[in-house]
Structure formats: C-alpha cells, structure tokens
C-alpha cells in the first residue's frame, strides 16, 4: 500500500495550500512556480507533525523514505550531494506553521556539515575560515536546539577562545581559531549527551526534523498560540531547503523587509540587512544592521532586482509582504515572502493606499485591519504640551506611549500586572522567552536590537508601545537599575516611553485623547457603507457623549443614573432618601436630586439632540450608596473604648443598623434594579420625571430629543407593566404641567435568564431590549464577575475550559444561546422590536459578530471603543454575506 | 333580544353546575332533584356576578326581571307571597362561590319582612315574640351586611334593653321588649344611614344581592383566596331561599354534621346542633351546641330521617358530606351538603374506608388527600413520656401539637411570625377578620366554641394545631393576659397546645417524631402502585437516612458533604486545610479529614444498603468555614487599643488577611461547587477516595452499596471530564489498593443556566443529572434566597407579579423551561439519562408534578416529606393519565 504523501517539492506547492505546507512552505513554493529565484527545496507536511503527535511522536510510516527520495531531487537541481566531501550539499531546516509564529520554533542552519564535508565546503568556498565559522554555528545550533544543550555553554567557550585570541567580535577570529573551537564544540556535545556529534548528514537530518516537530509544543510556543488564539492542533510544517550563503565575503550579505513601512505604511521598502552574515544575525539583534536603502548604492543591480521582485511579491499576493533574503556573492536568494505584520496606522494607511491603487476593494480593505488592534490608537498619547524630561531616544520600534514602574525580568513583570500594576519592561534584547512579560508590560523598552527585532516584532503585533535599540541605557541586570548619562533609574521608578518617537521619559507623563488619522476616518466612511449594525456608546455624562459623538456613535445605548448618585455634592442627599424615617423626609430628599438628575439629562439630550439616548433608571442596591459596615464597626469599638462621645456613638450605631439591614449576601442578586422601582416607586418617579422635564425644555426649544426609558433587572413582564405604568403616569403629568407634547419609548434590559426565557410575555410590554451581558453573564455561568476574575476564572481558561475570559469575550454557546432564543422569541411578537447590546461585549469584535449574526439592531459600548465597533461591525457584515 | 339566562331554580339546576351556579347552589339543586326536603330556591349565578364587576358593579341587563320572575315561582311552591302580610313569604339570601369560603361571604336571614309582614308572621306562626325575634335579626343582619352598619351598635343596643329587663339572654326578653328593640334598631338604622330601613321587600332582596356581590371582593374573602390559592376572577353565585324556621320553639332546631367524623375520619354522624335557634347561632360559635348523637333521643324520627339522608348523600356524592340542616315544628330541611373539610388524619381513614367500602377506587383515594396537609402529621408530636404541666383542656379541634409565644390579637401574631417567632394566638373566638392571625400562628387556642367554630374549620383546613372552647381560661385583651385556675399567662409567656387530646400545657414541651398510620401506610403502598416518578431523600447522617428509608425514601438523592465539614470537632482540621500555607499543610489536613469523611459515607452507604445514594462533593465557598471578618476588626481593633497580647494581634491579623482573601461580593457565584475542585483538586480527591473506600469496605463484607458521586455546579462539560477522570482515577487506585471491585456512577447537578443550556454535552460526560434547583432559581431569576425572601419577595407575591415565592413553589414558566430543555438536550444524547430533582421542590406537591410531567425519574426531599412526595408523586400520575 502507497503510503500517504507527507513531502512536497518547492515545485508541487502552491501559496493556497498553507494549511498543508504552512506559510513558509506554501509561499516558498508560490515563489519558485511563479520564476523567482528560490534555493531548491522540499517541505514535510503539517500532516506529518499532526501524525507525530498522535504517535506517541513517530514519525509517520513512509515519511523517511519519501524525505530521502524528495532529498535526491534537490541533490540533482543543486548538483550537490548530501554527504559528499567533494561538492557537499548542505541545507536548512525550517519549521513552517501556518498562522506564522515568528521565532516561536526551532531552525538548523547548515545541516550536511561534518568533518568531511566541511573540507569540501572550504574548498569549494575557497574561504577556509568561512567553512570552519559554518561548521562551529552548526555545531552551535544543532547541539542547542536538537540536542538540547545550553546555548550559553556554547558562547562560554566562545568567549574563551576571544580571550585567548585577543578579539572582540567573533568575525575577528580566523580558520584555525575556528578549528579548535568546533573540536571543543564536538567535545561539550560528547560530554553532555554521552554521543559523539553526530557525523551522518541523513541522520543529522532525521534528528533535525524530530526536533521542529518536538518545538510545536515548547513552552513558549504553547504561550505564543495562546496569546495569539492561534489553535493547539494545527501542528507545524518543516521545510528543507538548500543553503545559501550570506557569509561568504563582503559581496554577500542576508536581510529581512517588509514592502511598505510596517510602522506607518508609507510605501517604500523598509527593512535591514548585514553585509557577511547568516540569516539569524539579523532577526536576534546582535549586529545592529543597515536600512535597506543603503543597498541601493553598496549593491545597485541586487538592490534593483529585489525592489522589483517585492513590487511584484506585494501585486501578487495583494498584501504588504515581510520577506527574508541572502545574497551569496551578488546574487540574489529569496528565502521568505509572508503577510507582513504591522502596526494598526501601518494597517489602516496600507488598506487605504491599495483600495486608492485599485489593488483591492473596500470590502477587502475593511478585513486588513484588525479591531483589536486600533484599541491603542483610541486611547492616549503624551500630551505635545506637557515640558519632558527625556533621558534617552531609541528606535520608535512601535507607536503608542505608556508609563509606569521599571522592571527587568519578564516573571516580574507579570507578577506586578497581576496585581494591578502598570509596568515598562526593560531588557537588552528580548526573546522569545519573554513572551508573558511582553504581554503582561505596558510597554517594552530595549537597550539592543533594531526595528526587527524581537521585541519590536512582538510588541507591533500586540500593539504595545516599544523603544528598541535604546544604547544609551546600561543595564546591571544584578542592581536592578540601569544608568543613562550619568543618571541611575532603579526598579520600581516611573518611566514612561513613547514608541512613535522613541523618547524615553522620567516619570509619569501627561497624556492626551486620540484623533482618528485620515485613513481610519475614510476606513470609517466604508465600514459605515458597509455595515448593518447600528453603533451607539454607553455614557453618562455630557462630555462623553461629545465625545462618543465625535467617533460616530449613533445615539446612547445606556446611560447609568447611578454615576450621578455617586457625585460628591450628591451622595449626602442620597442617602437621606435611604435612610429617611418618613415617606416625607424621602419625598424631601427626592426633591432635591430631582432638578440635579433634570440637569444631568438635559445635557446629555443636547449632546445627543437627533439621535436616540437610552437611560436606565437606577440600578444598584441601595447599600452601596452608605458607609462600609466594617469601617463602621472599627470606629464604634474604638468610640466605646475610649469612651468618645454618646451622641456619635449613637449616630455611628443607628447608622451601622440601617447599612446592616440594607446589606445583602449576594447584592449582585439582591435588591436592586427594577426591585428597587418595586418597592420604592418614589424613586423611579423623581427619575422619570427629571427625565421628561428636560425633555420638555429641549422641545420647547425646538431641539430634537428621542428618550428611551430603560427598566433594568426584568424577570416577568409584570414587573414592567407596573413600572411602565408609573413612567406613563409621570410622563402625562409632565406634559399637562408644561403643555408640551413629546415622545418618548419605555423598554427594559435583558439580563436575568428569565427575561430572555421568557422574551416574548416581555416583549408584548416593551418598546425595546437590550441585552445587558455583563449581568447576564454572570447569571447565565453563576459567576460572579468580581470573584471569579481574582479567584478561579485563570484557572478555567488556563485548563482550556473556557476558551475565553466570558467577561472580555462573549459566551456564545451559553449566554449567546439565551440571546438567540430571546430575539426569535421578542421578535416572533413584535417583529420590528428595537434590541441591542450595552454590555462590554459590545465593544468587542468577536462579540460584536454575534450580535450581527443574531441579528441585533446596534451595539453600544464605550465612546473610545466606538470606531472599534464600527470596524468590526462592517468585518461581521463582510465575513458573512 | 332575549337576554342571557342569568337565575336557575333549584329544579333547573344540577350538582355538575358549579362553575355557573356555586357549589352551594349547585349543591341545593342537586338535593332538590333527588328528593330530598329542601326549601324552594334560586339560584342567581356566577355569570351575572362576574358580569356584575364587569360592569363596574351594575346588575347585569335582564337579571333584575329574571329574580322578579322565577320568585314568582317561589311563591307557588311555597303558597306564599313575598310582601303580603297575611301570609308572607321570607327568603334568606346566601353567597355561594364555586370552591367553598366558608364564612367568608354575606348572608342575611329573613329577608322579607317589614312592619306589615312580621304580623303575618306572627300570626302564621301562632308567636309573637318568634315574629318579633326574626324581625331584628332580619333588621340587624340586613343593617350590618347590606346597609354597612357596625355590628356592634345593634349590640349595644340589645344590651341596654336586656339590662332594663334585667335578664342574661336573649331568649329571655319577650315578645313586647323584642319591639322595642326593633323600633331603635328601625332608628339606629335611620341616623346611619340617612334613610327609612327599606320596607319594599323586593328592594330589599335588591340590595341584598347587590352586598352578596359585593362581598366578593371584601378584604377577608380576597385575603381568604389568597391563602387557599383560589382565583380571583371566579365570582360567586347568590342562593335565594325559601326560609325555614328552626327557631319556632322547642320542636325546632338548626345543625351542622359530618357524615363522618373530620377529626378523625371515623364513620359516624358528627355534629352539633341548637334547639330552637336559626343557623348562625351554630357556626358563629355564641352558644355552645349539643352533639348530633343527642338528637337521636331528642326527636327519634327526624334522626332517623337525617341518618337515612346522610347515608344517601355520601352515595350519591361518594365523599364525605358536610351537611346544614334545620328542624321546623318537626320537619327536617336540608339547608346545604358539600364535600366535608377534613383533617389529613381524617381524609386518609376516610379515603381507605371508602376504597374497602368499594365506593371511591384506589385511584379516586389517592386524589382525596391534600398531601401538604400531611406536613403536620410528618413532623412532631408531643412525647408521650414527657411530664406535662397541663392548665386547662378545651375540645381538641385540630390535631397536632405546637407550642410558642403567647399573643393575643392577629395583627401582633403576624408581626412576631414575620420576625421569626412561633407564636400561639389566643382568642375567644376568632371571626373571618383573624385570617392573618391564623395563617401566622403555629396553633390556636380559643375560649368559645365548638368543634365546627370558625376557628376549628379553619385550623383543620390548614392542617395547624386548634383547640377550641377552652372555657377554663378568662381573656383581658387589655392587659394583655389570660387567667386559668388562679394561673396568669401573659402576652409573651410560652405555652403548648395539643390540638389531638385538646390540652394547653405551659412551656415548650418535648415532642417526638411521627410514625405512619395504618391508613397512611395503606395509602402510600396504593400510590406507590400508581406512581411512575421515584421518591429519594436528601440526607446528610446515617439516622436521617435510616428514618426516611422507614418513611419509604428509595435513595438519596443528596448527602451534603458540607454539612460533616461543619462538625465541631472537624472544623479545627477543615480550617488548617484552608489556611495551610504549603502543599504539605493541606495534604495533612486533608489526611486527618479523610478516615472522618470515610466513617460518614460507610454509614449512610450501610444504611441504604442496596438503593442508590447520590454524593455531592464539597459545595459552599471556603470562607463560610472560617470565622467573621467583621468580629476579626473589632478584637483586632480591641488588641490594639487595649495593648493585647502582640502575638496574638498578629495572628488575629493573618487570619483576617485570609478570611479577607477568601471573601467575595456574591459567595453564591463564587468561588464554590466543582471550581473548587478545579482550583484545590486534593480536596476532591479525598472526598473521593473516603467515598471508595467506604464501599471497598462494604462490598468486602458482602453489602451491596450503589453509589453515585456527584459534581455540583458544573457549566461545562469541560469542568466534568477534568473532575470525572481525578474521581476515576482515585476509584482505580482504591480498587488496586483494596482488591475489591465495585461499580460507580459519575453525574453532576443541573444548578445553573449554562448547564442546561448545554445539557446535551454535558451529558455526554455525565452518567445522571440531579436539579439543583434552589440554585437554579437563584441564577433564573437572578434572586438571592438569603435577600429576597428578606427584603423584596413579599412585594412581589403581594403585588402579584409572581403568583408564588419560587423557593416553594417551582416557577415553571422560568426554571422549569430550563428543566425541561435540559432534559430533552440531555436525553437526546443518553436516552437513558438518569434525571432527579433535590432541590427543595422536591417534597412540594406542584413542583413534584411538573416533575413527573417533564419525565423525571425521581425527586428528593428531606426524610420527612417522603410520604407527601409519594402521595403528590401518585396524585400527578393519577391527574395527568
């Protein structure tokens, strides 16, 4: 019986059989068939890796005999063979995943070398020296990543042999320098694996590919996929692929670029490149290298022929492309073509200049930018006014600025954020080791590397702020501190960084609210086109509204009146409602937060004037608005202790009663929302008519006011029909009093599982819904948000049994399916129901899809996050018709 | 247009009628059609009633001329004419609703005469003083029913002219002073109402009807209603009857009887009756009657009439008859027969007798019991070794025993239920007014009257402990305080009422655990044959286990491991388990719980030996076994100013730190149930492995034990798998280690919305589901017990907005949607699934048939509501094929 295909030449592939290839092979194979000049290579599948895994980690049956075969190809296209000391062919072996992992995996460079081969390297190269430094990097690489062994033991001999030499740089070293460290490199292995190296290149190979299988499951490739939500199934490609040298002499050279500026998206090639060095110099950030447009005039013919090569790469592929490339002696290789990376403005200008080139259409343009990733833009950046006090400028490696406590190791780092502290990540290089304290930083500042380095890849990629190549500083890893013309920042001091300009700053610096760039802006316009999602923020105050307005929200989806309550001047009349004796003293008390609440409204009426603004009517139990009963008891104990005084004593006691008989188990199920309008209907009356004097005095004026009336907390339609009919009451007193007719709606909120049980009794006394997910959430799961955050919730997502976060996340298999039923079921009464969402999933994407695919009529969420839910309301749209 | 037919006579009416013509009505038409001797009648209906409110209270067009026609036909039976004063025809005009509010609503008596025909009376009668005797009751009644006017200023009137005649009763005054009476009450009649007492006796039916109607919607009859769970909208018919005199003198008489007793349910005529009296002299309770046996020797030949007729009745309606009746000048009228009310003791040995007597089939006695009024017979009596210090016996009127804290007004007895207190209200006798009173009282005790006194019907028809006509103690409402035999009782004192044997005994006495009668037992093996849902129990110790598999439990449907968490001697253990600093700390707690946890298990697993028992591994947050934040602050606060002792202040602090650290805002969705497996897997496996080892030690010893190990509130079936495979793999080691294998089940409880949302995958991981439902309806309807039943569920079932506290009740609409799409998801996956309930609804009869209607396989309910479970289990089976 055949057994299955597992490997591919080059010339089988194509670019759309990454799911079989990986990126990598995929797009290596669409360069060779496509004429471009591609090293000869062949590509083991994602199958094979799948198969190793559900192995036990064998390699499939038949995978060995078809790599040899498939490496008999590549010996005829090169007119080289594997093994032979006379015209040896070496290769590298690459691991190729197909949602790219940069660095995440293992790479062998040079595989073939071994004491025989080397000799004919050297012959064939003319270059003894050449052959020796390929020979000790192999050694280097393959005792490192496929034998296991420490890569610092590696670099310790190293150093000694500088030493020894008198050298500085490992380029200064010469062949029989080189010679008698790779006789101590194949020593360390002997001693640390008890095996001699191994001097079989088939054998080498075999080893090579176990060990890329082995790295899918790496530590920090586990990290990776689950920062990235890339899956843990897709297993990882391997492609063998025939070296070319970079390193050959100073007519060779290798780099890395990217089609347009990944920074900001101006179209011109940017990127990097070492003149006499392999591939992995550049990436790791130990040389610092020349832009690419030096190439120009060290190179002119390569330089012209690669310009041509990505204008063509970025027609074909329809993409900005990152492309790896070597140069072995003036001619030019392409290693690498992918979807480059970039930042969110890179995106948006990018997905702009194509549509405007007519390389792609809106609909495509609106897909290149991802939601999340506009978060940072949307926020703030250092205020142009504020006096800085810069201390050193590095590589704005990736924009955005960001401030808090210094620190120096990527476990501290997160183990400060998981405490609710905002840090800066200081490191010389990072590494892919320091995933979690990227993630976990406000923002990355490195002492080395350039714009493509580590640090500055990853952090682009999470749209974190990152200062790269800063060499001023000088860091004592030790001493945690580092030094800066003459100045000693410490752990723990404040810094801030901005990654647009690369300044770093003492202290905390003033920031300022964002603009949208003319690009987001036109972005906007075609989502707008696009889309069928209405957007509307959440706000509670004039100001946000202006705000939220201003980013294209088209009306408010929830305005929480309790905010209000909290105000300093408010809370003492607050809680002489709550603690009134008398219905009178209440009635008092209301009286004077009537015309506050009247005010707070007709602001935001006016701000809203045309568009439609939701209020909810109060909501949190009333023990929220007095004193803690613990302080309480503290302060009685020590007033009875110290025989303080009576009166207070008394007061302070009357008081802890009424908080105690106010105090609940479990508030968050408790007396509140619409139960509090139940019991205390006083209080939703003064609210309702603040509510409609203000609506009265904006008509009079002749501004157009459209309120919503929302009833929070609904489990039965009666509790709606009783409220509905108090809000009914006020709103007729309030025209016959002012002799202005208006208009106004009353519906209710969604967020107990009974509601939505029970959507279609409710519907029938509700002239709108809105699904208020932060609480249904919460009940659908049975957690509560503000326990299971601190308590258990990493323990679920970290186990995988959730995927995600279902506060962050909406939970479509639980609470989505709630969702569902209570629109088909609203809807099957009223069918132009109005419903939307005002729940913090609201501003996020994958959220924001659901409500499309459910067929909400808008989302509403936080006036920053607004162009967020604009954009991926239009992807929704896009991805699914 | 002829219009509706809004008056039935007694003729045209059958006992099937009662929706249209009351149960009384209906009742009197079916006596009248059998032959028995009844009064001629008509019957006004529901309808019109209905109609009446309808029509914001106006007669429904066509009724008035239907009364005027078909009295007309009255008249030719009776050879008597309405309003004509030489023989004049007298009516009394009875509510009469569909289901039976005795007491609740307006009679009057006599209805018919005026200044003219009391003569004719008079005449006819051969008796003044009789004549003038039924006029100021006629007066009186009609003033106090029809016109509004207090009761107590005819009395008062009454008084003063019994004084001037210096006598002690009013069957002392004679024909003269009757007059005189009734002229003031004519006057009193006259200064309250502004009018003349209407003399037109067809104004005066008029308007009795109209009070009849009226009185629908008095505040006794809606609160009435509300506590037997009567609709409101029925309405009530309007009995118009020729009037019978039992007050003619000595050859007359009223009663009431039983055709059995219903105290008790033996099978014999059980009654009371007046000589010489009209009907509501016996059911107010003002003289106290001769039992029915009396009669037999008192007028031989109407017993025997009355014996015969009974016999017939119970026959004809095949139950026991509760049957009025009136004896004039030696005929015997039948007033009324309705289905008896009876004691649960009382309709158990009735039910029984009737299937042996081959009237009523198993199934038929099955429906005759209410099975929450078997609530009391399942829980305390009085020890019968107990000492009792008995002051003073009254007739025992409803059995059971209760003891609390002596009040004696309803308001007050309502306002220390609500507080939590037992209260034992004593009164001279209780009118409709003292409804509340009752329904908050755990027994009643009264100074007058007798068996079928208002007071007696009603305890008995709530099942609560009654002794009645107590004459021994003397009342001061005043001063708050009964004396008995030179013995004072104030208000707040705590006495013992045993409603069985009608002794009140001072103090809180011993009681002891019921047993099952024979009756009971009978009952229960029939609807054990009938039912098809099992009945398990919930029960934590081996003594419960034993007591509820005597009660006929199948199983435990939940033991709660929580509950051995709390032991005294354990809690020191459980809270180093909690507070351990290290992994080693836990394992040595949890290694000192384990053979603890082991004993528990080994004997209830021993006690239910062969049936299966459903352990749920821990549930409640951490924090409830480890002390109170708020005392920590205040000895804390004490150390500190008072310069404690510094070491224990800094132990006292850490143990605050971690009681602060393990609090949470809403410990109900908190960190709890399997994510504390998830979290602290040790403590779950060693619940396990004292669960397996207890059936390794009980399978070696030949016992067979069937053991089901339950997660609780799972979401997902995520947190299942994980869970399952840490309890499979503790059963694989047990069984290693023991040598001894034994089969076992792994499920989870459905508590949470998300779980029955996905019950189909949970399923997939689960062997059985149990419904968790007081969890359930807590996240349904986002209620929190503890609060609401507190502070805002009592506004709801009183504003109507939910009919029932959905903590008793089931709340179909919400929860039970959930359920039922739980099971159909579920076993659409297992179509075996095994399904229970051991929620609290679990022993309430309607949750037990909403239960068997969505195909449960069994309920669960603590030890002493297995019987009812079994008997409502029966009843839904019977009801529902």
Redesign the interface.
Known sequence: MASKKWVYTFAEGRADMKDLLGGKGANLAEMTNIGLPVPPGITVTTEACIQFYSEDRQFPPGMEEQVRETMSTLEEKTGKQFGNPDNPLLVSVRSGAVISMPGMMDTVLNLGLNDDTVRGLAKESGDDRFAMDCYRRFLNMFGDVVLGIDHDKFERILSIHKDKAEVQYDNQLDAEQWQAVVVEYKKLIQRETGEPFPQDPMEQLFKALYAVFNSWNSDRAIVYRKVNKIPDDLGTAVNIQAMVFGNLGNDCGTGVAFTRDPSTGTRELYGEYLINAQGEDVVAGIRTPQPIATLKNEMPAVYEEFDRICGLLEKHYRNMQDIEFTIERGKLFMLQTRNGKRTAQAAMKIAVDMVNEGLINKEEAIMRVEPAHLDHLLHRRIDPDAKLDVIATGLPASPGAAGGMVVFSSDEAEKLAQEGRKVILVRTETTPDDIHGIVAAQGILTSRGGMTSHAAVVARGMGKPCVCGCEAIRIDYDKELFSVNGLVIKKGDILSIDGSTGQVIMGQVPMIDPELGTEFRKLLIWADEIRTLGVRTNADTPQDSIKAREFGAEGIGLTRTEHMFMAQERLPIVQEMILAGTDEERDDALAKLLPMQEEDFYGIFKAMEGLPVTIRLLDPPLHEFLPN??EL??EI??LK??GGDVVELQQKEELLRKVRSLS????????RGC?LG??FPAVYVMQARAIFQAVARLVQDGCKVIPEVEIP?V??V??LT?LRSLVEQTATDVMKESGVAFEYTVGTMI????AA??ADEIAAGADFFSFGTN?LT???????R???EG??LQ??TE????SDNPFAVL?R???G??MEMAVKLGRGVKPDLLIGICGEHGGEPSSIEFCHLVGLDYVSCSPFRVPIARLAAAQAKVKNS
């Open positions: 009963a613990e008891m503290v104990t020590t202790l110290t609940e188990f479990n508030p968050m199920l408790g007396h139960r139940i019991t907390l489990i039965e009666k509790e009783y967020e107990v599982p009974r049980l029970l609480d919460q009940t659908t799961l049975g957690f509560s503000d326990d299971a308590k258990f323990h679920y186990k995988k049994i959730l939970d298999k639980g609470v399916k709630l």
